[in-house]
């Protein structure tokens, strides 16, 4: 891709911003969201900066039905242009086995197609979500897909996130309140109890933190 300059104010910038000047720069049809449905809130910033923006979610074929249901909440809350992706794999047991070879073929070989011919990608990613991801810029770019990662929520706390789901009045996933609060897939994720890492009911028991999708 081009040589792209990425403006420094993105970083104190509003997290719409950063959306509007991906579009800007490479247009919407080069440009993609991904989203787990854990929340609403990055669906609803993209599709509200940049009406019309896709948005990929990847149905790992062992989603909570708590995540479909958050989905089809969304739809009726802003117009999703909503793109699901299925792994190429039939539902099987390997997660029992190997978690990483499972979330390489539900997770990982998924992305890779959303990501084809894109220039930007969208992400969710927050640096409160763990020492993973403490670091993460609001854009960058990725030498490794050849495209400019945004991660307009980088800087967003849990209590930011919170002010933005009531200001507009958003529909929560009903497992945050179960003691959910990071959701993936049902087999691998768990309530935590309070006081514990956010990210400690993902592979619980298991040395694994990330899915592969942020790597
Ligand atoms: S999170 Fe678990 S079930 Fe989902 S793709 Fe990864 S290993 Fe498989």
């Known amino acids: 891709m081009p040589t792209v300059t990425i403006p420094t104010s993105l970083e104190s910038g509003h997290p719409g911003d950063a959306i509007r000047w991906a579009a800007e720069q490479f ?68 997660w029992q086995t190997d978690v990483e070879a499972c979330c390489g073929v539900r997770k990982v070989e998924p992305l890779n197609r959303a990501l084809v011919g894109k220039q930007g990608w969208v992400t969710g990613i927050r640096r409160v979500d763990g020492p993973t991801r403490a670091n993460a810029p609001v854009a960058v770019f990725d030498p490794v897909r050849n495209l400019v990662k945004i991660n307009p929520l980088a800087s967003f706390t849990d209590e930011d996130l919170l002010t933005y789901e009531q200001v507009f009045e958003l529909p929560v996933n009903p497992l945050r309140e179960r003691g959910y609060p990071s959701i993936g897939c049902w087999p691998c994720t768990r309530p935590v109890a309070p006081g514990e890492d956010k990210r400690a009911g993902r592979w619980a028991g298991n040395a694994k933190t990330e899915c592969g999708l942020h790597v």
């Open 27 to 94: 247009g919407t049809e080069n440009l993609v969201v991904t989203a787990s449905f854990e929340d609403a809130v990055l669906v609803h910033l993209a599709a509200t900066a940049v009406p019309g923006i896709e948005v990929v979610l990847i149905d790992t074929q062992y989603l909570f039905a708590e995540t479909q249901w958050l989905v089809d909440e969304m739809r009726k809350v802003v117009d999703l242009n909503l793109t699901v992706l299925h792994p190429k794999v039939q539902p099987d047991n390997l």
